[in-house]
């Protein structure tokens, strides 16, 4: 089975091109999406949404990862089989879980050590450390283009914005009180912030950091979507 990044490639490849399978596997860039249940890799069954990644010539499944924050770290388990894959230690528990839109990336947030940790979701392993982030991290936002987070600091009232490519902050955005959730429009120029002590909606100007509207929410608003088209946003309570 040879990997060939072929777009709208789906279901079974097969190739007898020893040339074209010597050239992926030396370029260590091609998978291929099966269906379910029709490939045994290495005694390992491939199910709906996985694939079959070639490193060093050898066929690996990347699974379909379930992330959880746990006492031990971040436990990771195979989707459907609920399998557990691998345990990142942590140190302590993550407060907050950020994904990267393409899903290389994960940002955990650890108030403990003040910390963000980066996480290679390709080699799921860990890839880099962020310190000195602050106090209290409730929520974690990425960019679209993955290259700058939106971390949310529940006491300080703030949002600090990272260069993850510098590892460095770039500056701070004011919110109202006790923010305790973010979301970051698809475009990246608002942020909507969720204000729990407030009881308020904010939504902001992701570059200026100015406010641009303020909704007065009822009881105790806690969790908050954009929808795909970026026309409602949704808010729990």
Not at 78 to 85: F, L
Not at 207 to 214: L, P, R, S
């Amino acid at each position: 089975l040879a990997g060939a990044p072929l777009k709208g490639l789906q279901d079974d490849f097969k190739t007898t091109d020893t040339s074209l399978t010597e050239q992926f596997n030396q370029e260590n860039i091609g998978s291929v999406y099966v269906r379910e249940g029709t490939v045994d890799v290495n005694n390992v069954l491939v199910n709906q949404g996985e694939s079959i990644l070639l490193d060093n010539g050898q066929p690996l499944v990347t699974p379909r990862i379930l992330n959880i924050a746990t006492a031990l770290g971040l436990q990771m388990l195979r989707a459907k089989t609920y399998e557990e894959v691998r345990i990142i230690q942590t140190g302590s528990r993550p407060i907050a879980l950020a994904n990267s839109a393409n899903g290389k990336q994960m940002i955990l947030g650890l108030n403990d050590s003040k910390s963000l940790m980066q996480i290679d979701m390709t080699r799921l392993k860990r890839s880099g450390n962020i310190s000195d982030m602050g106090r209290d991290i409730s929520a974690i936002q990425l960019s679209s283009g993955n290259n700058k987070a939106y971390v949310t600091h529940q006491s300080d009232d703030k949002i600090s914005i990272v260069d993850l490519d510098t590892t460095l902050a770039m500056s701070d955005i004011q919110t109202g009180s006790s923010p305790i959730k973010s979301i970051i429009s698809e475009d990246n120029l608002h942020i909507y912030v969720v204000n729990e002590l407030d009881q308020t909606i904010q939504k902001i100007n992701a570059a200026t950091g100015e406010e641009i509207m303020q909704m007065q929410m009822t009881g105790n608003p806690y969790d908050i979507k954009l929808s795909n088209d970026g026309t409602h946003i949704y808010v729990s309570n």
